[in-house]
């Protein structure tokens, strides 16, 4: 108990005997709720139920996904180890779990980078081998759109020369089967905020049921219109790390480049 690691003690026929409150605070059980379960209802073995899935049958560490008590799931790094009797007889497996949430979190932010700046590559080289740069774009978009995985990408202007301010969309496309967006009804209520900024802005909705979730970005490069590069998302709430943020950042500059060289 004065470990700061939570610790599970299992016995042979793979119930839990006992655990340390760290490990009952990990998966949200109280310690009489716990004792008695199988291992099975808490830890995914794909299947698979022996002692040797549990212990990884070489003691070394082993990545596993634990079911807490609410029914959500956390990737784990366990390490087991058969403590014996006075007779050498196997008497029950101690298990220790780390949460890696963080790490796996670190190592999916760094895939989809990785997927953007791939899709950003290649949309470079069509841009720089195509003579009409504007039949190119709606290719980039579609790379770049399924590369983050959001429900559409669009180009637009916001005409403020008008005696009502307009969002004029001229690049977009739309993940095949997924829910509509209606952007100049997301975009219009924020006009005022997108002109403002310099960088890149977040606008995510809290409950995606109350409008799509997007990030606008300006265009750099474009010198007679405001450009926006626009990321929407129907379901899912966008929340990007640094990393990501500057590689849509580098797509919007490629593509103000390429709308600047056009015009």
């Given at each position: 108990?004065?470990?700061?690691?939570?610790?599970?003690?299992?016995?042979?026929?793979?119930?839990?005997?006992?655990?340390?409150?760290?490990?009952?605070?990990?998966?949200?059980?109280?310690?009489?709720?716990?004792?008695?379960?199988?291992?099975?209802?808490?830890?995914?073995?794909?299947?698979?139920?022996?002692?040797?899935?549990?212990?990884?049958?070489?003691?070394?560490?082993?990545?596993?996904?634990?079911?807490?008590?609410?029914?959500s799931t956390l990737p784990v790094?366990?390490?087991?180890?058969?403590?014996?009797?006075?007779?050498?007889?196997?008497?029950?497996?101690?298990?220790?779990?780390?949460?890696?949430?963080?790490?796996?979190?670190?190592?999916?932010?760094?895939?989809?980078?990785?997927?953007?700046?791939?899709?950003?590559?290649?949309?470079t080289a069509r841009l720089l081998?195509?003579?009409?740069?504007?039949?190119?774009?709606?290719?980039?978009?579609?790379?770049?759109?399924?590369?983050?995985?959001?429900?559409?990408?669009?180009?637009?202007?916001?005409?403020?020369?008008?005696?009502?301010?307009?969002?004029?969309?001229?690049?977009?496309?739309?993940?095949?089967?997924?829910?509509?967006?209606?952007?100049?009804?997301?975009?219009?209520?924020?006009?005022?905020?997108?002109?403002n900024i310099s960088g890149s802005?977040?606008?995510?909705?809290?409950?995606?049921?109350?409008?799509?979730?997007?990030?606008?970005?300006?265009?750099?490069?474009?010198?007679?219109?405001?450009?926006?590069?626009?990321?929407?998302?129907?379901?899912?709430?966008?929340?990007?790390?640094?990393?990501?943020?500057?590689?849509?950042?580098?797509?919007?500059?490629?593509?103000?480049?390429?709308?600047?060289?056009?015009?």
């Amino acid at each position: 108990d004065q470990t700061g690691e939570s610790v599970f003690i299992i016995d042979m026929d793979l119930r839990y005997l006992a655990a340390n409150q760290q490990a009952l605070d990990l998966l949200g059980y109280k310690k009489e709720e716990l004792i008695g379960l199988p291992v099975s209802a808490v830890m995914l073995l794909e299947g698979e139920t022996d002692t040797g899935t549990v212990l990884h049958n070489d003691f070394n560490m082993a990545e596993r996904i634990l079911k807490r008590k609410d029914g959500s799931t956390l990737p784990v790094e366990i390490s087991a180890s058969v403590v014996y009797n006075e007779n050498s007889e196997a008497a029950y497996i101690q298990s220790i779990a780390r949460d890696i949430s963080e790490r796996k979190r670190s190592e999916m932010a760094l895939m989809r980078y990785s997927r953007i700046l791939s899709a950003i590559n290649a949309a470079t080289a069509r841009l720089l081998r195509s003579s009409n740069i504007e039949t190119m774009i709606p290719d980039v978009l579609a790379s770049l759109g399924e590369a983050i995985d959001v429900s559409c990408c669009a180009i637009f202007e916001i005409d403020t020369f008008s005696p009502q301010p307009a969002v004029n969309v001229q690049y977009q496309w739309e993940k095949k089967n997924s829910p509509p967006i209606e952007i100049q009804a997301t975009v219009l209520p924020l006009i005022p905020s997108i002109l403002n900024i310099s960088g890149s802005e977040f606008f995510n909705a809290k409950d995606p049921s109350h409008g799509p979730s997007f990030i606008i970005l300006p265009i750099q490069g474009t010198l007679d219109f405001r450009g926006f590069l626009g990321l929407f998302d129907a379901t899912n709430i966008i929340g990007w790390s640094s990393s990501e943020r500057d590689a849509a950042e580098m797509a919007a500059g490629l593509i103000g480049s390429a709308l600047q060289r056009t015009r």
